[in-house]
């Protein structure tokens, strides 16, 4: 069976990223039953597509890489990118979750296929938040209760995509949530439902 090559420390993590233009990283504990089940659809996608790099890291023997990217719960699978954090997906999610947000285009589906799970349509979902805000943290929170994949972006440390916020939305404050192109401004659920066809829930 495939294993994810375990990443030791921090200075492992930078040789991979000094020779890796792009590879997939996922945060687990042993102690995590939603971390196992993650480890094992991601090593399916490694043995489906062997020349993707894959690593994973257990966070509660290897202290100094999770702090590095603000993982604060487990599982959380990041896609990296040229050094930095293009995509990340929280909790245990199925393989059609996995391949639609870790890479530009589904491996192995069609476009239709894996772009709906349990009834729920597929959405692009972005979280600007920033480091000291905690109504950014409940957004989060509420999207992981629900089982909504999402990409996280701090425009504390992106001058960019905090412009470009601003250009979209007129508003400066997070946190703001990109929903397939819409914007949230705020922690508004009745909208988040509404645009995530999100049904009773939390």
């Not at 699978?77 to 245990?92: C, N, Q, T």
Request: net charge positive; charged share 35%.
């Amino acid at each position: 069976m495939v294993m994810l090559e375990q990443l030791q420390d921090k200075a492992h993590l930078d040789r991979i990223i000094k020779d890796k233009r792009f590879f997939i990283l996922a945060f687990y504990t042993d102690i995590s039953q939603r971390s196992k089940d993650a480890l094992e659809v991601l090593r399916k996608l490694k043995e489906e597509n062997p020349q993707i790099p894959m690593y994973a890291v257990n966070a509660s023997r290897v202290k100094d890489i999770h702090p590095l990217y603000g993982i604060d719960t487990v599982p959380a699978v990041l896609a990296i990118r040229e050094g930095r954090v293009s995509k990340i997906v929280y909790g245990s999610q199925n393989k059609e979750y996995y391949q639609m947000l870790l890479y530009e285009e589904p491996l192995g589906l069609g476009k239709r296929e894996g772009r709906e799970k349990e009834g729920r349509k597929f959405r692009r979902v972005i979280v600007y938040t920033s480091s000291a805000c905690p109504w950014c943290s409940k957004v989060k929170s509420y999207l992981r209760k629900n089982r909504v994949p999402f990409r996280e972006v701090d425009v504390s440390r992106d001058e960019r995509a905090a412009q470009e916020l601003v250009r979209r939305s007129g508003q400066m404050g997070v946190p703001q949530t990109d929903i397939d192109g819409r914007i949230v401004v705020g922690f508004d659920k009745a909208r988040l439902d509404e645009l995530l066809g999100i049904e009773g829930e939390g």
